[in-house]
């Protein structure tokens, strides 16, 4: 069973995928609900939302283009815990192919790491390359408190600009 359940329809301007859902998510259901977490802050902060959300409010995101999902959905908590669940690149692939968004972003270096199946130190914050038939890819740094010595706004501003421009 999906510790999150995915957040995807066709024509979404935007999807989120994580790594895996932590405790907290998994717990309350609701994506990103640890209360350090910075990524309902940084949505409303960098223009993505017209208002700052919480957490339970994630599945209202639709109506704005934006949805969820992770490449472990049976894994939750810290990646090396999560992970021992199982990590499904193939059927993230085939989701995105499927519902094809306009823009991904990975929301850690370590999930794009598992979808491109480089190391974590061989991944780059912002956009990355084109590939064929995919939509606009970028790696955010990780909003979750427990990754802060590494936060960096710039990749959010990066995408946001992106995706408004875009819209």
């Not at 902060?45 to 919480?54: F, S, V």
């Not at 815990?81 to 929301?107: C, E, H, N």
Request: aromatic share 10%; with cysteine; proline share 8%.
């Amino acid at each position: 069973m999906d510790r999150l359940p995915d957040q995807l329809q066709p024509g979404l301007r935007l999807v989120f995928a994580g790594t895996a859902a932590s405790e907290r998510s998994a717990a309350t259901g609701h994506y990103y609900a640890h209360p350090g977490n910075r990524f309902w802050r940084t949505l409303h902060a960098t223009g993505l939302t017209p208002r700052l959300y919480q957490p339970e409010e994630y599945p209202t995101l639709l109506q704005l283009g934006i949805g969820f999902t992770d490449l472990c959905k049976q894994g939750a908590g810290m990646d090396h815990v999560a992970l021992k669940a199982g990590v499904d690149v193939a059927g993230f692939t085939v989701k995105i192919r499927q519902y094809r968004p306009a823009t991904v972003a990975f929301t850690s270096k370590k999930a794009a790491s598992l979808f491109y199946g480089s190391p974590t130190s061989a991944i780059a914050l912002g956009r990355q390359p084109e590939q064929d038939d995919f939509p606009t890819m970028f790696v955010l740094s990780s909003p979750s408190g427990a990754a802060s010595g590494a936060w960096t706004p710039q990749p959010w501003l990066e995408l946001a600009e992106h995706v408004l421009k875009t819209a």
